[in-house]
């Protein structure tokens, strides 16, 4: 799937032209929010693993990081991430342009604690340049998430 997918998916909601092609790679936290000019913590971050063979999602905010011992208790398993290799064919996004949105049918998706404390956020579209605003009640709709998950630590530096 790509970008392509993900603005077909929107358009079941009728918001396909808030999708952003950026000039620039968002591929990263740290590119994301230099293309669009803000803070790297306002960047939604999908980070893809797996829970015993089931892939799922976890959309954080871009300035924190998985805390191991949060993660075990709320998924019983030590957090493992999907190789990069497989992520396309389980996820159904390339690394990069990973979203919670118009993913591969069983894939599970959980909205970290870490991105309510923002009115708005810019998770990726399906591509390594793509990205859309969303105010938390959007993306909660949209990535049609299982529940809300504390499993971040800021990140240190």
């Known amino acids: 799937m790509s970008i392509d997918a993900v603005k077909r998916y929107f358009s079941n909601f009728g918001v ?11 591929a990263t936290v740290e590119l994301a929010a230099e293309a669009l000019g803000c803070k790297p913590e306002r960047i939604a971050k999908t980070l893809s ?7 799922i ?7 924190v990081k998985i805390d191991n011992a949060k993660y075990k208790a709320t998924f019983g398993t030590k957090a493992k991430m999907i190789a990069f290799e497989d992520v396309e064919r389980l996820i159904g996004h390339d690394v990069g342009g990973v979203c ?8 599970k998706v959980y909205l970290d604690e870490s991105l309510k ?20 009640p959007e993306l909660e709709e949209y990535s049609r998430f299982l529940c809300w998950v504390d499993v971040c630590k800021m990140s240190e530096g």
């Open 49 to 55: 693993f797996l829970v015993g063979e089931s892939p």
């Open 100 to 107: 919670p949105f118009a993913v591969n049918g069983g894939v």
């Open 117 to 136: 404390r923002f009115e708005t956020v810019f998770p990726a579209c399906g591509s390594a340049n793509s990205c859309i605003e969303l105010t938390i």
């Open 57 to 63: 999602l976890v959309v954080t905010a871009g300035d």
């Open 16 to 26: 396909e032209h808030k999708v952003r092609e950026l000039d620039s790679s968002s």
